[in-house]
């Protein structure tokens, strides 16, 4: 029979795929002999069991059991016994960090009965007892039993007024337990189970249903975890840090995750239990604090601490409890950081000797990069500072401020960048920190909610701006000196420094954008870090890096950015604007003479362009796109023309514009006359673009144009235009290669016979992708990818990260039959995916030659392609 239940000596850090993240990191701060408090796990694999079957798997509540018993009696007490109670917590733990998310439920075991026990076993604290019943009935109402969490908050503030949850003595507790009671009863229509393992029972089946919760649901999506692979659910005997003030509960990092600098980093509170210090009920004192309250268990942590980290070799996120002066070790993960930290914490960790640089690479996510990239305040701009708070998240953030996650997601859809301001965060409040340009909390530390998440998002935010008064109900909130900000007003949110303006305030560059477009050496340390990364990323990686690039700027920078070559010119773009006027003449054109002299007047325009291009990239080579889109984009609207004819106000070039508009309208233009079809039905006007390329390369020593040939779908349409391209090419005296871009579903599917034609093939993804999936991107994105995406049809847009299965699977045909017909078939990618980190790993894997994408994303697309090669060379090795 499977066996669905472990001890916390059976596992290890390895298997988090079974135990879950928490559980397997239990297990291994167990067997390492640092003091945990004794349980077991229930693994993800009965998890997915409930999930799918809708019950339990056979024989778990008899596992359960046996664990429970042996728990027992490792304690020397039963679970809820009434005159010397076993409580235990119930958490969720998958295997993958999703704070919040899930579900936790504390002091199971507590009734009416078993609360004088617990008194009695605190040396007759009577407050202790009532404040742990009173969290146990406030958190499981809310998790287990599905009540408004705020009809227990409601409750706790009106009896508390303006003092400190603290400041209430057993008899106000009691009193409390009771109203919660009422409030169970009143909202279920039944009462507050008292039988300990039932409570037990009801808890494990809430962490499990909690994996379907929006909230978890909607974090899955933001951070790409899989939909099936279930929570495990850890069961641990409590241990309690609301005794007194020789008691309390904290959050630790090995090192600061905000910007990966050494040091103490944490927050912990005298007198609470764990989930008061990530809900950032009340505020929290530094860690190093607690070396002046008990220098014993400050001694003790920071020597666990440093233990974790040479263990784990990376940064660890700690969760502990001070019982009475012991300290116990709740929790430790490799802990979620910051862009910069984690840049700075790969390089260090290096330093140190801990890890290697190509264990750095692959630590560095290329979304990471990509955060670093985003602009900074303006140091120099005239600033208006209304508070400071804690930097929980770094980055420049300005937007209107909103009191609620639902008008955070409104205004957002509309277009409008927003700021989340909030007295605390909780996990209900995720579809506006996602939402939200940066979060803004007047309560809660650095390991607070919005802290944590907003820095695994790389979302800038401040926490714990005690300086406000947030109105929440009168959408408004109150800064030193009576300044009143509304809802809709604009501030600025500093995540570096923490401050906090009124108003707009210019955002520059950011240091790292600077240095890679070689404005700036390598001077600070984060820049130097990425310094580091880079050169190791590339000097690892097989793939080439071009850039999507139609003008010599953007060539230019895309070269200051790393870019190898240019994979995708797109010619259309130099026919707007001006040359509209030139276009309208080949369309309009009666007679091959007129055709041809529209023709002669575009050639030096193209050749100029190319001209440029070629010069800046200085003999790295330049995949030009013949002109792809249908004619009609470049003419006037049909609407606006026909309303002109209809008012008798059209003149006697927009009538014909109208009459030659009407003769190209197409039902579907982009999948009609566009691409190679358009130079086969158009005489000269590849042959022109041809030409243009041909000469401009002549007069650039070392240029090497890559002709490309759009939308191809059968061999004889590129062997025409090939045979058409090379003698042009002969007449000007100019070598170039000529391919085609590969982007209708059937061209990948005869790539063998494309390839006998074609020298290189260029993956346009954004239309094979359309094509394969059969919809329009400019049609569906806004109309039902998102409902697609909740009903898990799509895991992410397929626009945004390669549908591997479908599209790749097209790709990987492609370059197979190319390959076997033409050994050495250049092949790349030039569809936006190019600079998408996984679909850059997917082309690793099947063996394109480069990725190309637009400027700004080129350094992310090095990165992952190193990473991508670093991480075949390990699984090679293993």
């Not at 808890?203 to 951070?223: C, K, T």
């Not at 007129?594 to 790295?620: C, N, S």
């Not at 514009?657 to 006007?685: C, F, S, Y």
Request: charged share 25%; with cysteine.
């Amino acid at each position: 029979m499977a066996k669905y239940v472990y001890d916390f000596t059976e596992g290890n850090k390895n298997l988090k795929d079974l135990l879950g993240g928490k559980g397997a990191n239990l297990a291994e701060m167990t067997n390492l002999g640092l003091p945990v408090p004794p349980g077991f796990t229930i693994s993800a694999e009965a998890c997915r069991h409930y999930l799918a079957e809708g019950s339990v798997p056979e024989g778990l509540d008899r596992e359960v059991a046996g664990h429970l018993e042996a728990l027992e009696s490792q304690m020397g007490r039963k679970l809820g016994q009434a005159d010397d109670p076993l409580l235990v917590s119930v958490r969720s733990g998958a295997k993958f960090s999703m704070p919040g998310m899930m579900e936790t439920v504390l002091n199971i075991g507590l009734n009416d009965e078993s609360v004088h026990g617990l008194a009695k076993q605190a040396g007759g604290n009577d407050r202790f007892a009532w404040d742990s019943y009173r969290r146990l009935i406030q958190m499981f109402g809310k998790t287990v039993l599905d009540i408004d969490g705020d009809l227990f908050e409601h409750a706790l503030d009106g009896l508390k007024g303006r003092r400190q949850d603290t400041d209430l003595d057993a008899g106000e507790l009691q009193q409390l337990v009771e109203t919660y009671k009422a409030i169970v009863r009143e909202q279920t229509g039944h009462d507050f189970p008292a039988d300990p393992r039932e409570q037990m029972r009801l808890a494990v089946m809430a962490v499990f249903g909690s994996w379907n919760a929006p909230r978890a649901i909607l974090y899955r999506r933001q951070e790409r975890i899989p939909a099936d692979l279930g929570t495990a659910v850890n069961i641990m005997a409590m241990v309690f840090g609301n005794y007194g003030d020789d008691s309390g509960t904290g959050v630790a990092f090995t090192r600061d995750p905000g910007s990966g600098r050494q040091g103490i980093y944490g927050d912990y509170l005298q007198n609470a239990q764990g989930e008061d210090v990530v809900a950032g009920i009340r505020n929290t004192i530094p860690l190093e604090d607690l070396e002046h309250l008990d220098r014993r268990s400050y001694d003790e942590l920071t020597g666990i601490m440093e233990t974790l980290e040479n263990h784990y070799r990376d940064l660890c996120d700690i969760e502990f409890t001070i019982e009475r002066g012991k300290l116990w070790m709740l929790q430790t993960r490799v802990g979620k950081r910051t862009a910069a930290a984690a840049f700075r914490i790969a390089t260090q960790l290096v330093d140190q000797g801990l890890i290697t640089m190509d264990e750095a690479v692959t630590r560095i996510t290329g979304d990471q990069l990509a955060q670093l990239m985003f602009p900074r305040f303006d140091g120099g701009a005239e600033k208006k500072k209304i508070a400071k708070g804690m930097n929980a998240s770094p980055g420049a953030a300005v937007g209107k401020v909103v009191f609620s996650s639902e008008r955070a997601v409104k205004l957002s859809e509309q277009g409008q960048d927003v700021i989340l301001v909030r007295r605390e965060t909780n996990p209900d409040d995720l579809a506006g920190m996602i939402a939200a340009k940066g979060i803004l909390t007047s309560r809660g530390g650095k390991t607070s909610h919005a802290a944590v998440v907003a820095r695994g998002m790389g979302k800038t935010c401040v926490c714990g701006a005690e300086e406000l008064e947030v109105l929440t109900t009168e959408h408004r909130f109150i800064a030193p000196g009576d300044l009143v900000v509304s809802e809709g007003d604009v501030i600025s949110i500093d995540g570096t420094t923490g401050e906090i303006f009124l108003g707009e305030v210019p955002v520059v560059d950011s240091a790292v954008v600077e240095y890679f477009e070689g404005v700036s050496e390598p001077s600070d340390d984060l820049v130097r870090a990425v310094d580091r990364i880079m050169r190791h990323a590339d000097g690892a990686r097989r793939l080439g890096v071009r850039a999507n690039a139609d003008t010599p700027e953007d060539a230019a920078r895309a070269r200051r950015f790393g870019a190898q070559g240019i994979g995708l010119c797109r010619t259309e773009h130099m026919f707007l604007g001006e040359r509209r006027q030139l276009v309208e003449d080949l369309v309009l054109a009666s007679t091959d003479e007129a055709r041809q002299a529209a023709l002669d007047a575009l050639e030096p325009l193209q050749k100029a362009d190319f001209l440029g291009i070629f010069q800046e990239m200085d003999g790295d080579p330049v995949t030009i796109r013949l002109i792809d889109p249908p004619l009609h984009e470049f003419l006037p609207d049909i609407i606006e023309l026909s309303i002109k004819a209809a008012k008798d106000e059209a003149t006697k070039k927009d009538r014909k514009l109208l009459t030659a508009v009407k003769r190209l309208h197409e039902q579907n233009p982009m999948l009609g006359l566009r691409g190679v079809r358009l130079g086969l039905v158009i005489p000269g006007l590849f042959a022109m673009q041809v030409r243009a390329i041909a000469q401009a390369a002549k007069e650039v020593p070392g240029a090497r144009p890559e002709i490309m040939i759009p939308l191809v779908a059968a061999v004889q349409e590129l062997e025409s235009v090939r045979e058409e391209s090379l003698k042009i090419l002969a007449e000007v005296g100019v070598e170039a290669m000529i391919g085609t871009m590969i982007e209708v579903p059937r061209a990948a599917l005869t790539a063998a016979q494309i390839a006998e034609a074609a020298e290189f093939f260029s993956f346009g993804t954004n239309d094979l992708t359309q094509m394969a999936w059969g919809f329009s991107r400019d049609d569906v994105e806004s109309a039902f990818f998102s409902r697609y995406l909740d009903l898990g049809i799509f895991g992410v847009s397929p626009f945004e990260t390669l549908d591997r299965e479908g599209v790749g699977r097209l790709m990987e045909i492609a370059v197979a039959e190319g390959r076997s017909a033409r050994p050495d078939l250049h092949l790349g990618i030039c569809g936006e995916h190019g600079g998408d980190p996984d679909s850059v790993h997917f082309c690793h894997e099947v063996g394109l030659d480069y990725v190309s994408c637009s400027p700004f994303r080129i350094p992310v697309a090095r990165l992952e392609a190193g990473r991508a090669a670093l991480a075949e060379s390990d699984s090679d090795t293993r």
